[in-house]
């Protein structure tokens, strides 16, 4: 049997600038928070590595504060301090990493809610799903769905926080059941004119030869913390690193495509509707160096 994992927590006061430590497994969220109530927050989930003696070191840090800078913007929510975060994040990590000294990779969670009468922060520890290592070595089988708008709508509709990472999740998840019932592990978004945008919880790269492309943050999908760590270190090995517009063929006829993401980092896309695509291994565990060696 499984040793049980201790997960740790920390509250953020964003107003007064200050973090506390407390028990993950008491009540702490009021209930009538807008966070559970209407999504009405943001977060970030970070891949934290401890390996080696160097003490838990989290990934991609500074691209994922960003971004949760720019959702705090987004959604007219206080703008996050980045030094009491990182702080938050430390603490957390290093708690977590004291308690479970055996684990060498997990994820923290980070969110700023809306609150009731004033916000309210939170820095969690998240167990990594036991699928994920498999995902990585094996692939997924993925099935094209519609989002529901055309490209760039967002460009134009700032209030449909497109771009934005929310609590608002549901969409999300609903997403992820319909592509089980229908013989796959998950859904790439497309546009409702065809252009292929990101996964629930991903984002796409695809190659073609020495090139790398992904679909273009603007035409309404989250700019991704692990894409652009990646297309970062691939431009440095030489490889030529786009944003594009994407259509189902593009995917289909690529010569290997992921879905990558902070926790999973790159999932090869073994299958893409009734198409078999390449697994390209090598270039895979390549992709999982240079996530796990950017800070």
């Not at 990558?260 to 198409?275: H, K, N």
Request: with cysteine.
């Amino acid at each position: 049997m499984a040793a049980e994992i201790a997960h740790t927590l920390v509250l953020l006061d964003p107003e007064a600038g200050t973090w506390e430590r407390a028990d993950p497994l008491a009540p702490q969220l009021r209930v009538d928070d807008l966070a559970p109530h209407r999504g009405d927050g943001i977060f970030e989930t970070v891949l934290v590595s401890n390996a080696d003696g160097r003490g838990p070191q989290a990934h991609a840090r500074a691209a994922h504060l960003e971004r949760f800078g720019q959702s705090a913007r987004m959604l007219d929510l206080p703008a996050p301090d980045p030094e009491v975060w990182d702080a938050a994040l430390d603490a957390a990590s290093a708690d977590f990493a004291a308690a479970n000294p055996d684990i060498e990779l997990f994820s923290v969670r980070y969110a700023l809610s809306r609150g009731l009468d004033r916000p309210a922060g939170w820095v969690l520890t998240i167990p990594i799903e036991e699928k994920y290592p498999r995902q990585r070595r094996e692939g997924v089988r993925v099935r094209s769905a519609d989002r529901g708008y055309e490209a760039y709508f967002g460009q134009s509709a700032p209030w449909a926080l497109i771009g934005a990472k929310t609590l608002s999740y549901a969409t999300n998840m609903a997403s992820g059941r319909w592509a089980q019932a229908n013989g796959a592990d998950e859904v790439l978004y497309f546009s409702h004119d065809g252009i292929a945008l990101e996964g629930p919880s991903s984002n796409l790269i695809i190659r073609r030869g020495d090139e790398l492309i992904t679909p273009d943050p603007k035409a309404g999908l989250l700019h991704g913390t692990t894409q652009r760590t990646l297309f970062e270190r691939a431009a440095e090995a030489g490889f030529l690193c786009s944003y594009q517009d994407l259509c189902a063929q593009d995917v289909a006829a690529a010569d290997a495509a992921w879905m990558v993401s902070s926790v999973r980092m790159a999932v090869p896309i073994i299958a893409f509707d009734d198409t078999e695509l390449t697994h390209d291994a090598g270039f895979t565990e390549r992709m999982h160096g240079w996530v796990l060696a950017s800070s």
